[in-house]
């Protein structure tokens, strides 16, 4: 199949397409003498695997290992484990960094509880505060 029915079939913008292949999570395809990628439903296959462990927040790093060993399936996958502990722990700093970003964009909401102009906004003033005094928040 050509880029466009693998774009279309995986649901997978063209662009993202040229991108995973460049990053090197998509193995390239072979071309036709007119100079088209030709794709298979190996790379359909591996193009869905990409885009799933990316809903999941996964880097492009992490999935080149998790490819490899798909590609090796009688190694052992203590190392596939061990790689998702680490983004689980990664997933639990930023939940961490997320609760405290929600404390803060509530603190701010909290500073203009009716609408007035806009000279005279809580939120406006502590914005610019926190700019002029980046780490005094």
Do not use: W
Request: one cysteine or more; proline letters at 5%; a positive charge.
């Amino acid at each position: 199949m050509k880029i466009g029915e693998l774009a279309r079939t995986t649901g997978t913008p063209i662009e993202t397409i040229r991108y995973y292949e460049r990053s090197g999570v998509l193995p390239a395809p072979p071309r036709t003498e007119g100079n088209y990628r030709v794709y298979s439903n190996a790379h359909a296959e591996c193009l869905s695997f990409v885009r799933h462990c990316r809903s999941l927040d996964m880097s492009l790093a992490e999935i080149r290992m998790l490819l490899q060993f798909k590609d090796a399936p009688h190694t052992p996958c203590g190392a596939v484990n061990a790689l998702l502990d680490q983004h689980i722990g990664l997933v639990a700093q930023r939940l961490l960094e997320l609760r405290q970003l929600e404390k803060q964009l509530k603190n701010l909401r909290e500073q203009c509880q009716t609408a007035q102009e806009a000279a005279h906004c809580g939120i406006l003033a502590g914005l610019t505060h926190a700019a002029r005094h980046p780490h005094k928040h």
